[in-house]
């Protein structure tokens, strides 16, 4: 008996991925492809944190190096900056600044006024406040302090603006001709003087740029200020570096005879020009032009030092008309400093005759000589050329 096996049969079964386990499976990675993007780009994204973390850098630094130029800068001006240094150093990493200082100082009020970094430091998604950056005053340059051990005669002064007022503004107004720091004893030609030597309660000067001036021999000398608000007397005697005007006037016209009671208020030392510049101004205007000493004439000196156009820039709280002994400074820091000799005097635009204000008798005041170079009396209805002299 033979047994007869069965055939088995296999069934074979394909396995695959399921149309919705495909679409499952999509889902999730576009979820997993989202999630990534948004980590990688997203408003929190690494690029993006990692951009504001570069900006943020490229800020700080941009503003350091800014702020270092600054205090760099300040420490040479002894904690002072001017409108154009700052200017420069701003424009030296930024875009957006101002083109002038007032423009600049008005910008400097505006807290929320910003400047854009050059390329060099980042561009233009590099913005930074100016108030950030700095938030002073500007301010005037300073060079060294002045030596009350070192004389600065025949150093050139500034202490006012064009328009009088008691601003340094960076133009020579006039040349030193003593220094009340060192002091000296001299003569010009003959004619003595003398200022003794004061160091204690002075002002503080600094020293700037040589300058040059065209009215004085195109003499090339440094500058000297007073330090803003600094207190104390004045250390320099000035002399303004042109006449008042080109014309030549009397000292006082009718005076001529009578001017005896005031020969001893009329000094001829050094420093008295000052208080004979008033005496002399009170005197000429004493009861409305008719004093004891003549009357007014429009050609006077006294009356042609308060004109409005000249007041305007030779104040008389500051300027006067100098004395004897303080023409004589002059002339000797001329002749002993520049070795100006006669007949050189006019390549300094000075003329021939000056008045003090120092009286000699009841007829003549004193007048400074540089067409022989020495002082002299002049009579007081003669003519003579006007210049001015002052402290600071």
């Not at 400097?108 to 390329?119: R, T």
């Not at 000296?184 to 003398?194: C, M, V």
């Not at 303080?326 to 390549?347: C, I, K, P, R």
Request: a negative charge; hydrophobic letters at 30%.
């Amino acid at each position: 008996m033979s047994i007869k096996h069965k055939k088995t049969r296999t069934i074979k079964t394909n396995k695959g991925i399921t149309l919705i386990a495909l679409v499952i499976t999509i889902i999730v990675l576009l979820i997993l492809a989202g999630v990534s993007i948004a980590t990688l780009v997203g408003e929190n994204g690494v690029i993006k944190k990692a951009t504001t973390a570069r900006e943020k850098t490229n800020i700080a630094n941009v503003k350091e190096m800014a702020q270092t130029d600054i205090l760099g800068c300040e420490a040479e001006n002894r904690g002072s900056i001017t409108g154009e240094q700052l200017q420069g150093i701003l424009c030296k990493y930024f875009n957006g600044v101002p083109d002038t200082v007032e423009e600049l100082e008005e910008a400097l009020k505006n807290p929320e006024y910003s400047l854009k970094a050059n390329d060099e430091y980042g561009g233009k998604s590099v913005e930074v406040k100016l108030s950030d950056i700095y938030d002073g005053e500007l301010g005037d340059v300073m060079g060294p302090i002045a030596e009350k051990e070192t004389s600065y005669v025949g150093y050139y002064a500034d202490f006012q603006n064009d328009e009088g007022e008691e601003k340094p503004d960076g133009k020579p107004d006039g040349i030193i001709y003593a220094d009340l720091a060192v002091g000296k004893k001299g003569n010009w030609h003959g004619n003595n003087f003398e200022y003794t030597t004061e160091t204690e309660g002075l002002k503080t000067y600094t020293i700037g740029d040589e300058v040059e001036s065209k009215e004085f021999g195109n003499l090339k000398k440094p500058v000297i200020s007073a330090v803003p608000e600094s207190e104390g007397k004045d250390r320099f005697y000035v002399m303004a570096l042109e006449d008042v005007d080109d014309s030549n006037h009397y000292w006082y016209r009718d005076a001529w005879g009578k001017l005896n009671d005031i020969v001893e208020t009329s000094a001829n030392d050094f420093g008295k020009g000052k208080e004979n510049t008033k005496n002399m101004i009170d005197n000429w205007n004493k009861n409305g032009g008719e004093s004891s000493y003549g009357t007014q004439d429009s050609n006077d000196i006294w009356g042609i030092i308060q004109k409005d156009d000249i007041t305007n820039k030779y104040n008389l709280k500051t300027w006067f008309v100098p004395s004897k002994s303080e023409w004589s400074a002059f002339g000797d820091m001329l002749y002993t400093d520049f070795n100006v000799n006669l007949g050189e005097q006019g390549n300094f635009g000075l003329k021939g005759c000056y008045w003090s204000s120092s009286q000699y008798d009841e007829s003549y005041a004193y007048c400074a000589y540089f067409g022989r170079s020495d002082t002299s009396d002049g009579n007081v209805n003669g003519s003579g050329s006007l210049r001015l002299s002052a402290t600071f």
